[in-house]
C-alpha cells in the first residue's frame, strides 16, 4: 500500500507541474502553511460531503424529520428528539400505561411514537411545540 501512496503523490507533483510548470520553493512567494490550511479545509468538504452521501444510500429512514419536516440524517431531528425524549418520559413506557389519548396500552414492546404519529399526531405535535 505505501508503493500505492507514494505512486498517488508522484500523479500529483506531475500534474502540478503540468498546470503549473516547474516550481522552485525558494523563489515561489506562496505562504506554505496558508496554502496548506487553505487545501485542508477544502478536504473537509470533499470528505463531509461524501460522508453524507454514504449515510443517505446507507440508511433506510427518511431524510426529514417525521415531526417537523426538518431536513436530517434520522427519524427526528435533533430538537424534535429532545422534546420526544421528555414526551416519552411522561408515558411510562414498557409500565402497562394506557395512551394519553385512547385505550391503548403501552408496553416494552409497543413503538410509542410511532402510535403517536399514526393516531394522535396533532395532540402530539401540541405537546410538542406548544399551541400554535
Known sequence: MNKEILNLIEERLDEGKRKYGHENVETD???F????????????????AKLIEIR?????????CIICDKPTMNTLCSSCKEKETNVTGMLAIGNGE???YCETIMNADSDTI???IENHQ????????GEN
Not at 496548506?36 to 477544502?42: G, H, M, R
Not at 443517505?56 to 431524510?63: A, D, G, I
Not at 396533532?122 to 411545540?129: D, G, N
Open 33 to 48: 502553511i496558508t496554502e496548506a490550511l487553505e487545501e485542508i479545509l477544502d478536504c473537509s468538504v470533499y470528505v463531509a
Open 98 to 100: 394506557k395512551c394519553p
Open 122 to 129: 396533532e395532540k402530539f405535535k401540541k405537546v410538542l411545540y
Open 56 to 64: 443517505r444510500e446507507m440508511s433506510p429512514l427518511p431524510n426529514h
Open 114 to 116: 410511532g402510535h403517536m
Open 29 to 31: 512567494g506562496r505562504n
